[in-house]
């Protein structure tokens, strides 16, 4: 039986991902705090109904953290989808390639 690789780097199923630094998430915030800001600033009348910002400054009592937390929430999610999403219409398009991983998974093939 293999033993368990001692770091990330050493398994080969893990792909180094640099982490976001401080000036990144800074950066994020400034632009939902810009963002909040603007959405505060006009007001929602009749039938307007905004959009997801517009309900969660106007129609809930969170706080600006709060909201823009809720903001990285969504922006993350939607990236996730979206990537997840490529990665299936490429899938389809490739089915020669996907019927070979199928069957290299089934054989019980490791990666190198």
Do not use: Y
């Not at 180094?16 to 400034?30: E, I, K, M, N, Q």
């Not at 600033?41 to 910002?53: F, N, P, Q, R």
């Not at 939607?78 to 996907?98: E, F, H, I, M």
Request: aromatic content about 2%; charged content about 25%.
């Amino acid at each position: 039986m293999n033993a368990a690789p001692t770091s990330t780097t050493d398994d080969p199923w893990t792909v180094p991902v640099p982490r976001p630094s401080r000036r990144d998430h800074a950066g994020l915030d400034a632009i939902s705090d810009e963002a909040v800001f603007a959405s505060r600033s006009h007001l929602l009348t009749g039938d307007d109904a905004g959009d997801v910002l517009d309900a969660l400054v106007h129609r809930s009592n969170l706080s600006d953290e709060a909201i823009r937390d809720q903001v990285k929430l969504l922006i993350g999610a939607g990236c996730d989808t979206s990537a997840s999403s490529l990665a299936r219409l490429c899938c389809a398009r490739q089915s020669k390639l996907v019927d070979q991983l199928r069957a290299g998974s089934s054989a019980g093939h490791e990666p190198r």
